[in-house]
C-alpha cells in the first residue's frame, strides 16, 4: 500500500493531525492512542512526515540506522527562508552535529564525547547540583509560592552544565536565549521573517563565542570539561576539529536547557498525582522509580525524525527511500500492548527504566540520560525536604509552546 491509497481511518487521522494547536498542543496523546489502534502509520501533508506511533515499530526504526538515517534528524520543521540560511552560514555547517550524523561519523563523536562525558565524571557533579538546587530554592522558599519553571527547572540543568564547561555563569542567560530560539527557530511555529533573521545572527554569535572559548582552552587548559574536549583525543581516533567541539558543546548547552529542561518540568507537572506524590513523600528511596515513570508518561522529546535510506515496508505501507519519519517516543511510552494501562501514573512500574524509550534507543540513545537522571532525582529530593507542603495551585491552566519535537510547558505555579 502507498501513500495515495490510504484507508478513509487513515485519512481522518493524517487530516486531524496537527501537533502546533489545541486540542492536541495541550494534549497529544488521545490522538496517538487512535493511530495505534486504526493507523499506526501514516502520511501527514502538512509536515510532509510519516508519523509512526506503535512501541514495536519505533524500536525497529531506532535499533536500525543502517536503514533509517539520522542525518536530518534535527532539519528545520518548515524551509528556513533565504536570508536566514545565509546568515547561517556565516558560522558553522551544523548547529548540532553528533546527533544528525550516521556512523562511521557518529561513532567516532560518541566515543570522543564519552571519553570526556560519562558517569564518573557525573558522579563528581552530585554535590554540586545539590548546592545549585538549594541555591535556586533559597531565592523563592519564603514566598510561599513559585513558578517552577522559570524559578527551578530552567535554571537548573544549564546552570550544571556551565559548570562542567567552565564557561562564566555571567553569559548563562544570553546563551539560554539563544538555546530558546535555536527550538524556536527550528521547530516552532509563525515566527516572523524579522525574529527569524535576529534568532539567526544569535545562533552565528554563539558558535564564534564557543569557539574562542575552544581556542583559549587550547592555548592554556583549566580544570574543566571543555579543556578536556579541546585537548583530549581517543587513541586510533582523529581529534577533535574546533567546529566538531562547537558543535557537540551547542548540543550539550541546548540539551541541558531543552531536553533535560523541559522534562524537569514535565516531572513536577505530575505534581497533580496526590496520592502517587504522598506515597514519594513517605518514602524517597522511591525517586528514581518516580523518575523513569515521569519519563516514560511526560518525555521531553515527543517524536524524532528519521530518514529512509532505501524502499521500506512498514506494516504493509509501501515508503520510498529519502521519506521523512517522525518516530513518536511519546505515543510509544503509552503503547498498551508494552504498558498495561498507560495513561495511568504509577510508580511501582517495574523495569521501566530498560523498556520506555523517552531517552531514545540504539545507537542515538541520550548521551546525558545519566546525567538528566542525577539532576531529577536531586531537584525533586530537594523541593520534596525543603517544601514538605508542596502542591499544584488549584485551578491552574497548562500551557505549552508549540513545537514538533518538543513538549514544553510554559509554567507551573505550586504553592506551599
Known amino acids: 500500500m502507498r501513500a495515495d491509497t490510504f484507508t478513509k481511518q487513515d485519512t481522518d487521522i493524517a487530516s486531524e493531525y496537527n501537533p502546533f494547536i489545541p486540542p492536541q498542543l495541550d494534549n497529544p496523546y488521545p490522538i496517538y492512542a487512535r493511530a495505534r489502534k486504526e493507523a499506526p502509520v ?44 545565509e546568515i547561517l552560514k556565516q558560522g558553522y555547517s551544523k548547529i548540532f552535529t553528533m546527533v544528525v550524523s550516521d556512523p562511521p561519523e557518529h561513532t567516532r563523536l560518541r566515543k570522543q564525547l564519552q571519553s570526556v562525558f560519562n558517569e564518573k565524571k557525573f558522579a563528581t557533579m552530585e554535590l554540586r547540583i545539590k548546592e545549585i538546587s538549594n541555591e535556586l530554592v533559597d531565592k523563592f522558599w519564603h514566598d510561599g509560592q513559585a513558578d517552577l519553571v522559570t524559578q527551578y527547572s530552567k535554571l537548573l540543568p544549564l546552570t550544571v552544565m556551565f559548570d562542567l564547561m567552565g564557561l562564566p555563569r555571567t553569559d548563562m542567560n544570553i546563551i539560554k536565549q539563544t538555546c530558546d530560539e535555536i527550538s524556536i527557530l527550528l521547530w516552532g511555529q509563525s515566527v516572523s521573517l524579522e525574529n527569524q533573521i535576529a534568532y539567526a545572527h544569535n545562533i552565528v554569535a554563539l558558535q564564534h563565542y564557543l569557539a574562542a572559548q575552544v581556542e583559549e582552552r587550547r592555548a592554556a587548559p583549566r580544570d574543566d570539561m571543555l579543556s578536556e574536549l579541546a585537548n583530549t583525543c581517543v ?40 496520592a502517587e506524590l504522598q506515597i514519594l513523600r513517605e518514602d524517597l ?7 523513569e515513570e515521569t519519563i516514560r508518561m511526560e518525555p521531553p522529546i515527543q517524536g524524532l525524525i528519521r530518514t529512509a535510506k532505501q524502499d521500506v515496508k512498514i506494516r504493509g505501507i509501501e515508503i520510498p527511500a529519502g521519506a521523512r519519519f517522525q518516530v ?21 512500574r517495574e523495569k521501566l527504566a530498560y523498556k520506555h524509550l523517552g531517552f531514545g534507543q540504539g545507537i ?22 525543603r517544601l514538605p507542603n508542596l502542591r499544584r495551585k488549584q485551578n491552574q491552566l497548562l500551557e505549552f509552546e ?8 510554559k509554567g507551573l505555579i505550586v504553592e506551599w
Open 42 to 85: 501514516f502520511y501527514n501533508t502538512m509536515l510532509d512526515l510519516w508519523i509512526v506511533t506503535s512501541y514495536d515499530d519505533i524500536s525497529h526504526i531506532l535499533k536500525n540506522p543502517a536503514y533509517f538515517s539520522s542525518i536530518h534528524n534535527f532539519d528545520p520543521a518548515y524551509p528556513l527562508p533565504p536570508e536566514v540560511v
Open 235 to 274: 587513541e586510533g581516533q582523529m581529534p577533535l576539529t574546533t567546529s566538531e567541539i562547537v558543535n557537540l558543546v551547542t548540543t550539550l548547552l541546548f540539551a541541558s536547557n531543552g531536553t533535560i529542561t523541559y522534562w524537569l518540568s514535565n516531572a513536577l507537572m505530575l505534581l497533580n498525582h496526590p
Open 285 to 291: 528511596s522511591l525517586v528514581d522509580k518516580y523518575i
Open 328 to 348: 513518536m517516543i511519546a505515543s510509544a511510552n503509552r503503547d498498551e500492548t508494552h504498558f498495561p494501562d498507560p495513561d495511568r501514573f504509577d510508580i511501582h
Open 364 to 385: 542515538h540513545r541520550c548521551i546525558g540520560s545519566y546525567l538528566a537522571k542525577v539532576q531529577g532525582r536531586i531537584a525533586i529530593q530537594v523541593l520534596l525536604q
Open 402 to 409: 508549540p513545537n514538533l519535537i518538543f513538549r514544553i510547558l
